[in-house]
């Protein structure tokens, strides 16, 4: 299975952490891509509608985590790209697990947990 993975974190360090603990997986991930706000991850998901999985922060500037699920959840043709949430504030479970995450994972990322979730999610 080679995955293409959008990594979406306003923090420099936060997406080098996660690309390097996805690198380690080529065997499951083929292709990283990033944003760093819910805006600018919007407009690559349109423009690269092969994402398998999203990994999404919730604190961001100009659209955060939150306001990114209600947009993307509310179009059908996202249905099928599971998104899982990456955050220190777990208050915010059920808040986006209710948004239409299916995941989520509190920060520091554990990478057994970020794997083993990624494939649960994509292994339909």
Known sequence: MSLKVLVVDDDLINRKLIQAMLKRHTDLVGEIVFAENGS???????????????????????????????????????????????STDDTQKNTVLELGAED?????????????????LTSK
């Open 104 to 120: 989520f994972i509190i920060k520091p990322i554990n990478e057994e947990d970020l794997i083993e979730g990624i494939k649960k």
């Open 40 to 86: 600018e991850a919007l407009s690559v998901l349109r423009e690269s509608p092969d994402i398998d999985i999203v990994l999404l922060d919730i604190l961001m500037p100009v659209l955060d985590g939150r306001e990114f699920l209600k947009i993307f959840r509310a179009e059908p043709s996202n249905d099928k790209i599971p998104v899982i949430v990456l």
